[in-house]
């Protein structure tokens, strides 16, 4: 089965704790993405990363850390100097590496909620 | 700054009509567009991209894009009402390096 997983499904996190989101793809897609939507509004972009060992930051990047140590893995982390880290998380990936021509598609999301 | 602009509604269409959403965009350097669909807690399912201008249909789906006016649009013929849910214009700006720019949505009401 192909696709993009994403983990845990929900996670709670009290105030002053970083915490990890994972997200694996097995579509040997180069570029992955972190976005970030909260209730009524649509996805902004924290990082992105189109190339192992490499990644750029995203509109809203304050408050978090990536990797890429693999090309199918691209944790994000929400540290404890993110403000207001409640929101649902979406993780995306797309074959070729940004450009115009390129398509996302999306794993299943992680909920955040800070305590 | 890129801006994405839709009419957050709900846009309430009958069962069996044809639902039209439409989005502008402020970068009219913009290359492509996409339209996502998206139910209540889930995560954003692709529906249709577009480049080019004029229409672009797929089954019940049609995307309209007019550069010069810097709109696209989205067309759902014979609407059901799983066509209900949330939906997403994003678009890429430029050579795509900073990913796609996401309007807030439209949230679409099919009434049986």
């Known amino acids: 089965d192909g696709g993009i997983t994403q983990s845990p499904k929900y996670l709670f996190r009290k105030e002053g704790q970083n915490v990890t989101l994972s997200c694996e793809q097995n579509?040997?897609?180069?570029?992955m993405y972190w976005y970030r939507q909260d209730p009524g509004q649509g996805l902004r972009l924290i990082y992105y990363?189109?190339?192992?060992?490499?990644?750029q930051k995203g509109d809203i990047a304050e408050g978090y850390s990536v990797s890429r140590e693999k090309k199918e893995s691209f944790p994000l982390t929400v540290t404890s100097a993110q403000k207001n880290p409640t929101a649902f998380y979406l993780c995306?990936?797309?074959?070729?590496?940004?450009?115009?021509?390129?398509?996302?598609?999306f794993g299943p999301g992680t909920r955040l909620t800070v305590l | 700054q890129k801006e994405v602009e839709q009419n957050s509604g709900p846009l309430s269409v009958p069962e069996g009509a044809i639902a039209s959403l439409n989005c502008t965009y402020s970068?009219?350097?913009?290359?492509?567009f996409f339209w996502y669909r998206q139910y209540s807690g889930k995560s954003p399912e692709l529906i249709m991209f577009?480049?080019?201008?004029g229409d672009k249909e797929d089954g019940r789906f049609t995307a309209q894009l007019n550069k010069a006016s810097q709109y696209v649009s989205l067309l759902i013929r014979d609407s059901q009402p799983s066509d209900s849910a949330t939906y997403l214009c994003?678009?890429?700006?430029?050579?795509?390096?900073?990913?796609?720019?996401f309007g807030k949505g439209t949230h679409l009401i099919i009434q049986p």
């Open positions: 970068d009219r350097g913009s290359q492509s």
């Open positions: 994003a678009v890429i700006a430029g050579g795509g390096a900073d990913g796609l720019t």
């Open positions: 579509l040997n897609h180069d570029a």
């Open positions: 577009i480049y080019s201008n």
């Open positions: 990363s189109q190339i192992v060992n490499d990644f």
């Open positions: 995306a990936s797309s074959p070729l590496g940004a450009g115009p021509l390129d398509t996302q598609y």
